[in-house]
């Protein structure tokens, strides 16, 4: 079972950023929080990674909360190209025996013009 | 550098007969996962290998499902006498795996129907 809750669905507007929650509050010290999202008929697509400490690239900001029992992913100027699932999944420490991905059903982020 | 590559993209098999797919992971990642997304569900764990050993299966993976790696490189994920329930995107992943990475990139699937 997946061992992270995201609401079902959101949506924002274009240009504007898309704040993306999601509770894992059984998380161990040694577990990650990953970010996928899966655009419609695709493959899931990597976005971040964080352990503890805030993370940024060029697709998205990652905030995880000082108890590490939620974070939020941020797009900061979404487009409509973003409407996609956002799947929010936790993980055994990299390097790992049990590196599988569990995902649970994810949050419908819906960009509109 | 190119993704994950997987083919056919597209399958339509009938019921009982043997269909096999191929993945091509990323160049030098030493571990492959298979996963399987049925409508509306997020992708579900098959197995997975690290070089070529396989090293996880899950209970999903009935005894109609085989999956092979080689030699290391490219692998093979063959089902046997089809069933309906069968029908989904089976997607496949690599990553490169040290002690401080481990991020699978994804392919972009093979869509399997059954009729």
């Known amino acids: 079972d997946a061992k992270t809750t995201q609401p079902p669905s959101m949506d924002c507007a274009e240009g504007r950023a898309a704040n993306l929650p999601c509770n894992h509050s059984t998380i161990s010290g040694n577990e990650y929080v990953y970010w996928y999202r899966q655009i419609h008929s695709q493959g899931p697509q990597y976005i971040i990674h964080?352990?503890?400490n805030n993370e940024t690239n060029e697709m998205a900001s990652l905030i995880i909360t000082e108890d590490r029992k939620s974070s939020t992913l941020i797009l900061p100027h979404a487009t409509l190209r973003d409407t996609a699932v956002y799947y929010c999944?936790?993980?055994?420490?990299?390097?790992?025996?049990?590196?599988?991905?569990?995902f649970g059903k994810g949050i419908t982020l819906s960009v509109r013009p | 550098d190119t993704g994950v590559s997987q083919d056919p993209r597209h399958k339509i098999t009938k019921r009982g007969q043997n269909v096999t797919f191929r993945c091509d992971p990323i160049s030098e990642h030493n571990r492959l996962y298979w996963y399987r997304q049925t409508l509306g569900q997020g992708p579900e764990f098959l197995t997975y290998f690290q070089n070529e050993a396989q090293l996880e299966k899950s209970r999903l993976l009935s005894d109609r499902f085989s999956a092979e790696r080689p030699k290391g490189s490219f692998s093979t994920l063959e089902i046997q006498r089809t069933e309906q329930g069968d029908s989904a995107m089976y997607l496949c992943?690599?990553?490169?795996?040290?002690?401080?990475?481990?991020?699978?990139?994804f392919g972009p699937g093979t869509r399997l129907t059954v009729l």
């Open positions: 999944i936790v993980r055994v420490a990299e390097g790992g025996a049990n590196s599988k991905l569990t």
């Open positions: 964080g352990l503890k």
């Open positions: 992943a690599s990553s490169r795996n040290t002690q401080t990475t481990d991020t699978q990139y």
